[in-house]
């Protein structure tokens, strides 16, 4: 497969019938640039997943995939569309190249080459530049940085990475150089796993049976039946003279009038209207629900949205922003706020940590607060990182250290009762203390947290108001998801999940019978949104994400989780009652037509006016699902 792009699959070389009445068939594709064992085996397993195919086998030496398969359960075309859907994303998703170093026996690198990410075998070893995404699952060799794992783990802070920890393909190096010896490439790798999993749980999603279909099934042969009888009914009597005969209009016989009201039936019973009722309602909400900012793909996810009983929501980025921000800063000594906030910027603009650069923000902010007039930052001398615990260096004549506690006992550095009452404090609150030391004393602290969305707490009240219950499932620790929990009025938490948990968790709760939306937005939380009956996906979440999810939350507010429940209900409303007027609507037309108002009140409905009525109930039904169009979101959201 190219690097840059996604493997061409071209038209099937060969398309023969094994009989001409035979099950199965064979169909075999040129798939251009498949040379690794890694894209091999994600074409035969996806494709191999798809309904009705018994067999792929992909050779890399040509390229070519013979799929033997069943035609009654699957088409070519259906093949072909996984096949491109199976190399597509597992290009998408890790970088197109990665650096093959080789090392001496002191760990020093000798020769650096790049090569393609499709080409790494296991045990290579690679070198993984700072911003740079991990092409593989792995163990870290020699190296020192952070990496981002919120789209795998869910944990918001990066996490510190050193010889002997393992890193997962498809996270970020944040800042240091890694050299890592991979354990496992192509298919093996989690990220792949989970691409896999997401396409299984697809592929098992059955199509929701549509009520128009069961009725029609009934309905129709119920009216042949009706105008065969009003046919019987009107003939029989009037060749026999039961009747009086001014009863038959001129030039016509017994057998023209019972005909006439005989077609009529069949005319305006026509379930046209009842066809209408499902697909112009769910054609209007969509577009409604696409101008509030909801992608609804499709009936099936609107249909089942109005059902939701308990939503899943994940927690970072989520119910929160999913990047870290400070909320406080305090004094602990003399010094006054600009000159801790001008000797914290000195040391932490060094720094390429997200929580550095969050406190740089702030602090900047603080000095412009108190009057400084000057963005020129102090020159910092003898700057030094401490991995997984902050920063130190020289500013000017001053000795500074910005970390957390842990640093601070390292540099013997006295952290007074007033200090710890303020980190377990904050602690608990699910919070991380940066505290600055100048020249060996404590000078003040900044407080940093993934904070809430500011709608979080009001989005989970008004769906306890609908009856609808709300839990959060994290791969985060269980103090800050409890914290989280706390803050927004959640009550039941799951916390330190993988993705494969999050999923067994939702099908854990539909098998108590309920009825599960699960909202997200990383790669992570893909298999859980595949298996809820209804996934929602944050607008600004993971490409794979969204991909999963049944509806999609362009904003990325909470309140269209709301909206979109709300509209389901409105809309299911709308076809229940499209559905009540289009049968009450035909009930009604089928006993005029067959002529029961004719014997007392001379009320006839030929077939042209039988036609007539046929296409105004349609259009009724029509109308009625353009007043969709009116939806507005729920009041109580907006007076927030």
Request: glycine share 8%; aromatic share 4%; hydrophobic share 45%.
């Amino acid at each position: 497969m190219e690097p840059d792009g996604i493997g061409e699959l071209k038209l099937p070389l060969l398309h023969t019938s094994e009989a001409a009445t035979a099950p199965v068939r064979t169909v075999t594709f040129q798939l251009s640039d498949v040379k690794c064992s890694s894209c091999v085996n994600s074409v035969e397993a996806v494709v191999g997943s798809l309904n009705g195919v018994k067999s792929v086998a992909v050779s890399p030496l040509d390229g070519r995939a013979a799929i033997k398969f069943d035609p009654k359960l699957v088409t070519v075309k259906q093949i072909k569309g996984k096949t491109s859907d199976a190399l597509g994303k597992l290009t998408q998703l890790v970088p197109d190249k990665a650096f093959l170093v080789e090392i001496d026996t002191e760990g020093n690198i000798i020769t650096e080459t790049e090569i393609d990410t499709q080409l790494i075998q296991k045990n290579d070893i690679i070198k993984i530049v700072p911003g740079a995404k991990i092409p593989v699952d792995g163990i870290v060799i020699k190296g020192q940085s952070y990496a981002n794992e919120s789209m795998i783990t869910g944990e918001a802070r990066p996490v510190d990475k050193s010889p002997g920890d393992k890193v997962i393909s498809g996270t970020i190096n944040e800042n240091g150089c890694l050299l890592v010896n991979a354990t496992h490439v192509g298919s093996d790798t989690t990220l792949s796993q989970i691409v896999q999993l997401v396409e299984a749980a697809q592929l098992a999603k059955a199509p929701v049976q549509k009520l128009a279909d069961h009725i029609s099934r009934v309905f129709v042969p119920i009216v042949v039946v009706v105008a065969l009888i009003t046919w019987l009914g009107w003939f029989i009597p009037g060749e026999a003279g039961i009747f009086p005969e001014h009863w038959i209009p001129t030039a016509m016989d017994a057998f023209e009038l019972a005909l006439q009201f005989a077609i009529s039936v069949l005319v305006v019973a026509c379930p046209c209207a009842l066809g209408l009722a499902t697909p112009t309602a769910v054609m209007v909400a969509s577009g409604m629900g696409a101008s509030q900012g909801v992608l609804i793909k499709g009936g099936n996810a609107l249909e089942k949205a109005h059902k939701v009983k308990v939503v899943v929501f994940d927690k970072t980025g989520t119910l929160t922003v999913g990047k870290p921000e400070v909320v406080s800063a305090v004094l602990f000594s003399e010094f006054s706020m600009e000159e801790l906030c001008d000797m914290t910027i000195a040391v932490e603009a060094s720094s390429e940590h997200p929580i550095a650069k969050a406190v740089v923000v702030h602090a900047k902010r603080l000095r412009q607060k108190f009057g400084s007039s000057t963005d020129e930052v102090p020159d910092v001398n003898d700057f030094e990182v401490h991995m997984g615990a902050g920063v130190s260096g020289k500013v000017g004549d001053r000795k500074v250290v910005v970390g957390n506690k842990r640093l601070m006992h390292a540099c013997n550095i006295p952290v007074g009762s007033k200090v710890e009452k303020y980190i377990s404090e904050n602690e608990n609150l699910a919070r991380t203390c940066i505290l600055v030391s100048i020249d060996g004393k404590i000078a003040g602290a900044f407080c940093v947290t993934d904070p809430v969305k500011p709608e979080a707490r009001r989005v989970v009240s008004f769906l306890h108001s609908m009856g609808i219950s709300s839990i959060i499932v994290t791969g985060d620790n269980r103090a800050t998801a409890i914290a989280i929990a706390n803050e927004v009025g959640i009550d039941e938490v799951f916390a330190e999940t993988d993705p494969v948990g999050k999923a067994n968790k939702v099908k854990d709760l539909q098998m108590k019978g309920m009825t599960v939306a699960m909202v997200g937005d990383g790669i992570n939380d893909s298999p859980a949104l595949v298996a809820a009956d209804v996934g929602m996906a944050i607008g600004a979440g993971t490409d794979i994400a969204i991909e999963a999810a049944d509806i999609v939350l362009v904003k990325s507010s909470l309140e269209d989780v709301i909206t979109a429940i709300d509209l389901s209900r409105k809309t299911m409303s709308r076809i229940r009652l499209n559905y009540i007027w289009a049968l009450g609507y035909n009930i009604l037309g089928m006993l005029i037509a067959a002529g029961v108002l004719y014997p007392f009140a001379g009320i006839r409905l030929p077939p042209w006016l039988a036609g007539a009525c046929m296409a105004a109930s349609s259009l009724s039904v029509v109308s009625s699902s353009l007043l969709l169009q009116f939806y507005k979101k729920p009041l109580h959201i907006e007076s927030f």
